[in-house]
């Protein structure tokens, strides 16, 4: 139950399929297109700018459900909410000045419930499921969005089944497991456990997987609505984004050709940039290759620290890739070490300690402006997705040093001369 309910209207009309353009109803449970692709929400935006304009939002709530009127819950009765979205835009000044980007900003997502980006899908997708009568769903997942579907889905009264790789970050199975989901672990990846979320699909319960029910995409739309927002009704020139299955790509796209539509904000959109891992990057690959779908990663190969882009083969493949294109983005892939340095430098110089799919994100920040594909000047916006505490482990520092109970503090303690600190991987500048 969303607690302001005043004037609350969705102006939801149907689902159109991302490559063939079919028209399914809205109002019953759907998934994917029967050509297997991605299903889309369509709302009326002549209905929209009709009822609302972009000053009447200022004053809603700080959560993702201000934007009510292009999300697909007809009823705030059925909203089913943690206090999600609104998440602060941060400059990153010494960093940005520090690898020749002084208009770098992150958007914090590691301060959402559930620690990750994937509480946006979540919140949606389960509250439009709770409104069409849903009560059991299932979902494959690298960890985060296991937890947050899990955690959303107890809220909402249903029962949720999640199916992760053994080695997904053994927190995101605790939070599952503490929200109540049946939880199976599959020594493998996340396509492995797809396929066997797939047999309680068949069994009768939903799936929650990526891109195979709509409803996830609106949930990360709102990342895009909210940038435009904050940006006072206008977009930066350069986004940057770690893309595992690219919902929050697609997102933001959709959220900004949905506000262009509109008349909200005019102009061209942002330079869209997917980063993935050296160790998992189909995406940049095709990129690269020209090529308008992605070829799978080879599964056994399939490795990196920032598990949420560890993803072989992507659903939306294709509306990724034209996201990029559209947009004059690009494809990048950085290896694991220089993600871990670079969250490090940059919890060090502007306190936003990142997770490693974030950090991956100013690794590639700092490649593509020694490369010259970003001029100084511009404004580059990278998306945190998650909080860093989840990844605790993988955090590259040096260990404090060990004093014994009556031991003083050692002289270099309180010096104020130049210090070696405890933060290894902080670089001098360029
Ligand atoms: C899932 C996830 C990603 C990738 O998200 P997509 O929108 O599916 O590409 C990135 N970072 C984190 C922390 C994630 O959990
Ligand atoms: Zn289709």
Not at 126 to 145: C, F, I, M, Y
Not at 233 to 246: A, E, L, Q, S
Not at 400 to 424: F, I, K, Q, Y
């Amino acid at each position: 139950m969303y607690p302001d309910d005043g004037g609350w209207t969705s102006a939801l009309t149907h689902l159109e399929c991302g490559r063939c353009a079919e028209r399914y109803d809205a109002d019953a449970p759907q998934n994917v297109c029967h050509c297997g692709s991605p299903l889309l929400v369509r709302y009326d935006l002549d209905q929209v700018r009709a009822s609302v304009r972009p000053e009447d939002i200022a004053s809603r709530g700080a959560d993702l459900w201000r934007y009510r009127e292009l999300l697909p819950v007809r009823d705030p009765a059925n909203v089913i909410t943690l206090g999600e979205g609104w998440t602060p835009i941060l400059p990153l000044t010494r960093y940005g000045r520090r690898i020749g980007v002084p208009g770098l900003l992150a958007k914090d997502e590691g301060m959402l419930p559930t620690g990750s980006f994937k509480a946006r899908g979540a919140a949606v997708g389960v509250s439009r499921a709770h409104e069409l009568g849903v009560r059991q769903l299932t979902l494959p997942t690298n960890g985060n969005a296991g937890a947050a579907w899990a955690t959303y889905a107890s809220r909402a009264g249903m029962e949720c089944l999640v199916v992760m790789p053994e080695d997904a970050p053994q927190v995101t199975r605790k939070e599952s497991l503490a929200a109540g989901a049946r939880v199976y672990t599959v020594d493998g990846l996340i396509g492995d456990a797809g396929r066997i979320a797939g047999q309680a699909v068949r069994d009768g319960w939903f799936s929650a997987a990526t891109l195979r029910e709509p409803y996830r995409i609106e949930g990360k739309k709102t990342m895009g609505l909210e940038i435009a927002e904050q940006f006072g009704w206008r977009v930066p020139d350069v986004v940057v984004y770690p893309t595992g299955g690219g919902v929050g790509l697609i997102g933001i796209r959709k959220a900004l050709d949905e506000l262009t539509a509109l008349g909200w904000i005019t102009g061209r959109l942002p330079r869209f940039v997917a980063v993935q891992s050296t160790g998992c990057a189909p995406i940049v690959r095709a990129f690269e290759s020209g090529a308008e779908t992605a070829e799978p990663w080879p599964a056994d190969e399939a490795r990196t620290v920032a598990f949420g882009i560890n993803v072989a083969a992507a659903l939306g493949d294709f509306l990724i890739l034209s996201a990029l294109r559209d947009s004059k983005g690009t494809a990048i892939a950085v290896d694991d070490q220089d993600i871990l340095e670079e969250q490090v430098a940059c919890a060090a110089d502007d306190g936003v300690l990142m997770c490693p799919e974030g950090a991956a994100t100013l690794a590639a920040v700092r490649r593509l402006r020694t490369d010259g594909w970003l001029a100084g000047d511009e404004e580059v916006l990278v998306l945190n997705t998650g909080s860093a505490l989840k990844y605790a482990d993988a955090l590259q520092v040096d260990r404090p040093t060990r004093l014994g109970r009556d031991a003083d503090l050692p002289p270099e303690a309180t010096s104020t001369a130049e210090t070696t600190g405890t933060v290894r991987g902080r670089r001098t500048p360029r």
